[in-house]
């Protein structure tokens, strides 16, 4: 199942990608979807790989580079609101210098170098996407002393045994097809007595499988995020202990925000800066608006209306999941690998 050099060396970002080649990466994207759940977690990579080349520039471009959610304050600022959510996992996990730490699904890097700045470890981040390495090495260059990359699978991870000190994962892990195996692999390159933390995006106890309108909004937050499924909270937990790993700590976040400041409001269009303006649904409206001529003057590839429309239905099922309190971005976790007998 891992992925051929070739294979990750072929990512692009939407610019990078010629006309024809991002409509037919979307249709890519559309049909492993449609074909469902088992053919989802066969060809994860895939999904995830056409996903991310097809999004990575709308999201560095409303987002910055940190693509996640946190709890926030009253009078706290959204990128003051990420920075604090990723400081909370390194000083759960007590990072410090010349600890080795693995960034399991490092994005375009910016949890990585803020965390490095922060507590001077050095980092190993794994992402199976090329363009997201190569904009993560940009995005980290301050701190290149700090920080490695390697272009692989975390369901694969290509080190041996017992390598480092610290693990997390902000939000990556729910691409994984099987969290079990996932969280096995990242148990196995933990040395004995080290710590693995992250966010998981999760299904509450208020989730009703049954319930027409939560399947809808599951199904629009998969769709919209390249996930081949969401997991109830419970299922994570089981996961880590079957993968071998002592649970120290679970919990979602989520209630932790000022009641005022929900970790969807960056999406609701409630934050009033220029910064703001693409999180929301008038900005969102209005790079769809812009895609859409643009497409009809052949000033950007068809497809990219469509990539946008993809992301806006997300964006929106996600305020709906907050809101009816099915879902979470921030289900937390931290789980330590056991100690050996004789150490």
């Known amino acids: 199942m891992n992925p051929t050099p070739a294979k990750q060396s072929n990512s692009r970002s939407l610019a990078d990608l010629a006309p024809d080649e991002v409509k037919s990466t979307v249709d890519g994207y559309t049909a492993i ?18 996903y991310y080349d097809l999004v990575t520039d709308f999201f560095e471009f409303g987002w910055g580079q940190s693509f996640h959610f946190a709890p926030r304050q009253r009078g706290e600022s959204f990128k003051a609101s990420l920075l604090k959510h990723e400081q909370f996992l390194a000083d759960r996990l007590s990072l410090k210098p010349g600890m080795q730490v693995l960034d399991v699904g490092c994005g375009v890097g910016g949890p990585m170098g803020a965390l490095a700045r922060y ?3 050095s980092f190993v981040g794994i992402n199976n996407n090329a363009y997201q390495i190569k904009r993560a090495k940009l995005h980290t260059r301050d701190v290149a002393s700090l920080c490695r990359f390697i272009c692989g699978d975390y369901m694969q991870i290509p080190e041996g045994d ?16 099987d969290k079990t195996a996932a969280f096995r692999e990242i148990f196995r390159v933990l040395r004995p007595g080290a710590c693995f933390a992250g966010y998981e995006w999760c299904l ?4 009703d499988p049954e319930n027409a309108k939560h399947l809808r909004i599951k199904n629009d937050i998969m769709v919209g995020g390249g996930l081949p499924d969401i997991a109830v909270t419970s299922k994570i937990c089981t996961a880590l202990r079957t993968a071998g790993f002592e649970l120290l700590e679970a919990c979602d976040r989520a209630p932790e925000s000022d009641p005022e400041m929900p970790w969807y409001r960056a999406l609701q269009g409630r934050d009033l800066s220029m910064g703001s303006i693409p999180r929301t649904p008038v900005g969102r409206a209005l790079t ?3 895609l859409r001529v643009g497409e009809k003057l052949r ?8 990539v946008s429309t993809l992301l806006n239905a997300g964006a929106d099922a996600l305020v709906e999941g907050g809101k009816s309190g099915i879902f979470t971005p921030m289900f937390f976790f931290l789980a330590r690998k056991p100690r050996r007998s004789e150490d």
Do not use: M, W
Not at 204 to 207: I, L, P, V
């Open 119 to 121: 507590s001077g470890a």
């Open 162 to 177: 017992d390598q480092y000190d610290a693990a997390f994962a902000i939000e990556s892990t729910a691409h994984a097809p």
């Open 288 to 290: 769809n608006l812009v």
């Open 204 to 207: 509450t106890d208020e989730y």
């Open 299 to 306: 000033l950007v590839p068809e497809g990219a209306r469509e």
């Open 33 to 50: 979807y449609d074909a469902g759940l088992e053919s989802r977690k066969e060809r994860y990579q895939s999904l995830v790989n056409h």
